[in-house]
């Protein structure tokens, strides 16, 4: 049963979404709020989609810990739930994404006029001063700045090491730094056709605050990211965290 449900979420998903990139074309003229307002449209469906065929819904914790104002949220990425849920969540942020996706045709469109914030994988240290500049604009509209700290998916129980954009960021822009823990993974498997039904839980852990060295950072950011994400991967029946004992800390 599961994987006929999962069919049809795929064929229903893709179908709604072409529609909604070429029916909401003219939007890329209108304002950013007017804009916005059908994305939501767009992103609500897709939820009920979830609810209705694939039987996943989802619940927030600590929503007190996001601050009024800007800030990093370092996000879990567990699979591709996340990516369709961080506006909902967030209301309106700036991601940090892969430039190659800012040349998809059309979906590229939606996400430069959307002030996304792209990053050059293969320019080195050009890439990350990049990151930087386009991010201050956000910053100083009050968006909040959205990214995955591992820089990929990485599956419940697997162990990656943190890359060095959410400390360059968390350098550059003077702000706090919200970890966002989740357990998707265990109900929407990377690069998995099946999906499983059942609640995932998306969790805002403290703020850590702005002005603490970086490396200091990185060490609360990983350390308390992870044993959130672990704890709720393990309470969903997903497995434990095995972490390398030579495993290096974040650069």
């Known amino acids: ?18 529609v909604c990139c070429f029916a909401l074309l003219p939007s890329l003229f209108l304002s950013h709020r007017t804009m916005m307002a059908w994305i939501f449209v767009w992103l609500r469906v897709v939820h009920w989609l979830e609810k209705t065929v694939l039987g996943i819904d989802y619940r927030v914790v600590g929503r007190e810990n996001l601050p009024a104002g800007a800030c990093i949220v ?3 990425h567990q699979s591709a739930w996340e990516t369709l849920k961080l506006h909902l969540l967030l ?29 050059d994988r293969g320019a080195g240290s050009r890439a990350v001063k990049v990151m930087i500049e386009s991010a201050r604009p956000r910053v100083a509209e009050g968006r ?11 599956a419940p129980g697997t162990w990656r090491p943190y890359r060095i954009g959410v400390g360059a960021l968390y350098e550059g822009l003077g702000v706090p730094v919200v970890p966002m823990a989740l357990n998707s993974g265990v109900f929407w498997g990377r690069r998995a056709f099946r999906k499983r039904p059942g609640t995932i839980t998306v969790e805002f852990l ?29 309470a969903a029946g997903g497995p434990p965290t095995v972490r390398p004992t030579n495993a290096a800390a974040p650069a």
């Open 206 to 234: 403290p703020p850590i605050p702005a002005g603490l060295k970086r490396d200091e950072m990185m060490r609360r950011l990983e350390d308390e990211l992870e044993a959130a994400s672990e704890r709720l991967s393990v």
């Open 1 to 18: 049963m599961t994987i006929l449900r999962s069919a049809l979420f795929n064929l229903l998903f893709f179908g709604w979404t072409a």
């Open 74 to 76: 370092a996000a879990k």
């Open 144 to 154: 909040p700045i959205a990214i995955f700290p591992q820089g990929t998916r990485t």
């Open 91 to 119: 209301g309106d942020p700036a991601i940090v994404l892969k430039a190659e996706l800012l040349k998809v045709p059309v979906w590229g469109r939606y996400l430069v006029r959307t002030g996304m914030i792209p990053v």
